[in-house]
Structure formats: structure tokens, C-alpha cells
């Protein structure tokens, strides 16, 4: 089967190549990797030129090799159901899966190739432009969530061991796991007068040169009066502490420490934010988890975030070539063009815009049916699933923080990106390959 995955995959890349699609693809995409870098002025001043471009060229570039993407996968599984070409392979032993995973590898190497072209095209005029400026280091916000190991281990273990000593008839109504989890973080985030308590944030720098570490409290909403403490930084295995700040008033709201570079050791893998509370206080504190701690830092961003919004970009690429392949399996090649572009129409212009929806709820009375109610559900869950969608492709998207300066992490899109790369053409490769196989029997 890999054998016949990569014949599929050479036969793609050379039915590209005579064609002249790749050649296509290319020269379309290198218009606004050089165009765009060279013409746009913004305020006449480098800071405005460098902003204007680095927002309107990233996404230029994405919609032509959307298009691309979607006119090259059409064509190349499209035209060959509508040449009967499929009936070839019959007598071979070729799967439909193997088939369309050939396709759409083929696709992928060169929507990837002619990305790499295109960016490569669009840093050298960045660089000859502005003579080496946007690879000069800035400062950069990065991003440390709170490591919650011991609070998801601790929660494990006490819904295992409720499930244990609870009659099975019960079990369903046992706390999820996630539940577990939030009783827990109400314990750990918060401080009570005169206590104590410490968080552990791993360390994500480059070559640990922190200036200042930011992060979030939060008062009991009840009672809003002024509170004293005491923070301390930590390292592991340190006896002194890396900083002591006193602090007084209200608590509420950011708050930003400075971190002198020497202080820190290079191969620290975290650092221990510990709060004591003063006993005169009345109110108890609130560590905010749900905005994780952002350390500020120089680093040349523009380079390491131009390779990071590069992969996510092949990654939607990818994504939108393995719709098109299925869709060219069931449908010809113009409606499988239109069918393409609607579902990028409803998932990525809301998503570019930025509009919320909020979620969907319904009020199901008594006058309604067992099958309204059983429809009406279930049109509430396709919809707040697709407004959860249209949320991650939103904060997928890598435009806005290449053009503010702000660090890309694939950490944070992992889980869309392995839908995008891994889930999303594993489940379109047996779909398609069930509809082959069936025109291969059926002709």
C-alpha cells in the first residue's frame, strides 16, 4: 500500500508538472510576496509600512493558496472520476484510501512548496527593504500556563476511587473529571488571610533572559477591600528567593514584576510563585489560572514567528485540501469547486472578522413533539459545535500576532492543528475511500 501511496504521490507531482500547475501556483503566489512588501507605505514611516505588511501579506498569500489548494484538489481527483480512470486501478490491488491518500499527499507537497518559495520571496524583500530591521530583536509577552500535573493526578484519583466505593446503578452520577478538576483549582488558586499557598510556572524563554513576569489576581467579589501580602519568586533548589515584593491596596487586575536577567539561572525549568497573605485581611485572593502568566523578553520574533504562522498556514492548507478531495470523490469538478469555497465562506470569514455568536439555547416547551425536540437538539449541538470551530480557526489564525510582534506557540493550537494535519484527512481518507471502492465495483 505505501508502494502504490507513493506512485500516486509521484503521479500527481508530474500530472502538476505538465500541466504547469505548479508553475501557476507559484508565480500567483510570489505577486504579493514581493509586490505587496514593496508598494505598501501605511504613514510614510518604517513602523507603520512594517505593520501594514505584515498583516495585509500573510493573508494575501493564504488566499491564493486557499484557492489553489481547492482548484488543485478538485482537478486532480475530480477529473479523473469524470475520465473513468478509477476503473484502471481495478486491476491492481489499490485501495480507494491509497488513492486519495496519494492525492492528497501529492497536493500537500506542492501547496508546501510553493510556500516555502513565497516566504522565502517575501523575507528577502522584507530584508532589502528595511535592511535587516524586522529580524531586530523586540519585545515579546510569552506565554506560562500554571503546570497543573499534581491538581489532574489528585483528580484522577478521587473520581476513581468514588467510582469504587459507589453502588454502579450511581455511577452516572459521579463528577466528571473536569469537575474534579475545578473543585480543585478552587482550592489551590485561592489564598485565605494569614496563609499562604504557591504555584509552579514552567519556564518557556529564550535562553531564560526574562525582564518582567506579568500575571493576574483576582479579589473575592464580596468583599473588595484593600489587602497586604507578600510575593516571592522562587527557583527550584534555590535556598534565596529571586525576588521579595511587599505589595498593598487592592489586588485586582494585572500586575507586573520586574525579573533582572542575572537573577535567573539558564537551566531553570521553572520558577515558584508563592503568596503569602497578610492576617489582617478580610478578603481572600484569587490566582486568575484562566489568564496564564506572561514573561516579557527580547528575542528576534520576526524570523521564528514568520516559520511558525508558515506551518500553521500549511496546516489549513492542508486541511481545506483534504475537504476538496472528498468532496471530489462524491461530486464533479465545478460543484466540488463551489461546494469548497462555501465551507470557507461559513468557517473562515466569521473567523477572520472576529464575530461572536453567542451559543445557541433553546427553550423546549411541552407542546413540542418527541421529534421536534430530538431535531431542535441536535440543531443546538451542530451549532455551538461549529461556533466552537469557527472560535479555534479564529485564534489559529497566526495574522494579527505576526503583525503585532506577539509570540506564536504551537503549543496552544496543538489540538487544532492535530485535527487539521491527523483527524480531519484520516476520517475524509475513509469516506473517499468507501466511495471508490463502490464506483469500482458498481463500473
Same mark, same amino acid.
Given at each position: ?60 498569500? %493564504? ?59 517575501? +523575507? ?5 527593504? +528595511? ?127 520586574? #525579573? ?66 472528498? +468532496?471530489?470523490?462524491?461530486?464533479? %469538478?465545478?460543484?466540488?469547486? %463551489? ?35 430530538? +431535531? #431542535?437538539?441536535?440543531?443546538?449541538? %451542530? ?38 494535519? #491527523? ?21
Amino acid at each position: 500500500m505505501i508502494r502504490a501511496i507513493l506512485a500516486l504521490v509521484y503521479a500527481t507531482l508530474k500530472h502538476a508538472w505538465s500541466t504547469r500547475a505548479i508553475i501557476w501556483l507559484v508565480a500567483w503566489a510570489a505577486v504579493p510576496a514581493v509586490l505587496l512588501p514593496m508598494t505598501l507605505q501605511a504613514d510614510r514611516t518604517a513602523a507603520g509600512a512594517h505593520g501594514m505588511i505584515l498583516t495585509y501579506t500573510p493573508i494575501a498569500l %493564504f488566499a491564493v493558496l486557499l484557492v489553489g489548494s481547492i482548484w488543485l484538489s478538485a482537478y486532480t481527483l475530480a477529473s479523473e472520476r469524470l475520465h473513468l480512470q478509477f476503473s484502471m486501478l481495478r486491476t491492481k490491488p489499490v485501495y480507494g484510501a491509497a488513492i486519495w491518500l496519494g492525492k492528497w499527499l501529492g497536493v500537500l507537497i506542492i501547496i508546501a512548496i510553493t510556500l516555502t518559495i513565497s516566504v522565502a520571496l517575501f +523575507f528577502a524583500t522584507m530584508i532589502i527593504r +528595511f535592511q535587516g530591521q524586522p529580524i531586530a530583536t523586540k519585545p515579546v509577552w510569552t506565554i506560562s500556563p500554571p503546570d497543573e500535573t499534581v491538581i489532574l493526578e489528585q483528580a484522577r484519583q478521587m473520581q476513581q476511587n468514588m467510582m469504587l466505593q459507589a453502588d454502579p446503578s450511581d455511577h452516572h452520577n459521579i463528577p466528571t473529571l473536569q469537575q474534579w478538576v475545578n473543585r480543585l483549582r478552587q482550592q489551590k488558586y485561592r489564598v485565605a488571610p494569614g496563609s499562604s499557598t504557591s504555584w509552579k510556572i514552567p519556564l518557556t524563554l529564550h535562553n531564560n533572559t526574562a525582564q518582567a513576569m506579568q500575571f493576574q489576581w483576582r479579589l473575592d467579589p464580596m468583599r473588595r477591600q484593600p489587602v497586604a501580602g507578600t510575593w516571592t519568586l522562587l527557583t527550584p533548589g534555590a535556598i534565596e528567593p529571586l525576588a521579595i515584593y511587599p505589595v498593598s491596596g487592592l489586588l485586582d487586575g494585572t500586575h507586573t514584576i520586574s #525579573l533582572p536577567q542575572h537573577n535567573i539561572p539558564a537551566a531553570t525549568p521553572y520558577l515558584i510563585i508563592t503568596f503569602e497573605s497578610s492576617p489582617d485581611n478580610e478578603p481572600q485572593i484569587f490566582f486568575d489560572h484562566q489568564n496564564p502568566v506572561r514573561f516579557k523578553q527580547q528575542s528576534g520574533i520576526f524570523l521564528a514567528n514568520l516559520i511558525r504562522a508558515t506551518m500553521l498556514i500549511l496546516a489549513l492548507c492542508a486541511a481545506t485540501s483534504a475537504l476538496t478531495l472528498l +468532496f471530489s470523490a462524491f461530486l464533479s %469538478f465545478p460543484v466540488t469547486v %463551489f461546494a469548497a469555497h462555501g465551507v470557507l465562506v461559513a468557517l473562515l470569514v466569521p473567523a477572520i472578522a472576529g464575530q461572536d455568536t453567542p451559543h445557541i439555547r433553546h427553550s423546549h416547551g411541552h407542546h413540542h413533539g418527541h421529534t421536534e425536540t430530538w +431535531f #431542535l437538539t441536535h440543531a443546538e449541538h %451542530f451549532l455551538n459545535a461549529l461556533y466552537r470551530l469557527t472560535r479555534s480557526l479564529r485564534a489559529t489564525l497566526p495574522f494579527r500576532r505576526l503583525s503585532e510582534n506577539i509570540h506564536i506557540s504551537f503549543q496552544e493550537h496543538a489540538s487544532v492543528i492535530c485535527i487539521l494535519i #491527523l483527524l480531519l484527512p484520516m476520517l475524509c481518507a475513509i469516506l473517499a475511500h468507501l466511495k471508490i471502492m463502490r464506483e469500482e465495483v458498481l463500473s
